[in-house]
Nanobody
Framework: QVQLVESGGGLVQPGGSLRLSCAAS????????MGWYRQAPEKERELVAA???????NYADSVKGRFTISRDNAKKIVYLEMPSLKPEDTGVYYC????????????????WGQGTQVTVSS
């Protein structure tokens, strides 16, 4: 089994910053794409940013040029730097990862973290 544990959420004023972290642990051979999604109240979950094992990134238009996703492959951690936060960034942020497991990395499965709340409000 694989666990994704997020941290770093909280309450921040508009214009403030947060840094989210997500650590993967368990039966992991390797991790392919890791990403961050968010879900605002009464809205569908949406992709915020994703990063491949090789470092290729993809961002939602709403955060492009503002947020930065990065990862440490050795530590199995993905980060999301969120400066200049806006009220519309409020939501539960979920970590997501495509994980290969098994002795030879045969099994591929997608995993979700439990989510961390980000609230941007004055």
């Amino acid at each position: 089994q694989v666990q994704l544990v997020e941290s770093g959420g909280g309450l921040v004023q508009p214009g403030g910053s947060l840094r989210l972290s997500c650590a993967a642990s368990g039966n992991i051979f390797s991790i392919n794409t890791m990403g961050w999604y968010r879900q605002a109240p009464e809205k569908e979950r949406e992709l915020v940013a994703a990063i491949t094992r090789g470092g290729t990134t993809n961002y939602a238009d709403s955060v492009k040029g503002r947020f930065t996703i990065s990862r440490d492959n050795a530590k199995k951690i993905v980060y999301l730097e969120m400066p200049s936060l806006k009220p519309e960034d409020t939501g539960v942020y979920y970590c997501n990862a495509d994980v290969y497991s098994g002795q030879r990395g045969t099994y591929l499965r997608n995993y979700w973290g439990q989510g961390t709340q980000v609230t941007v409000s004055s």
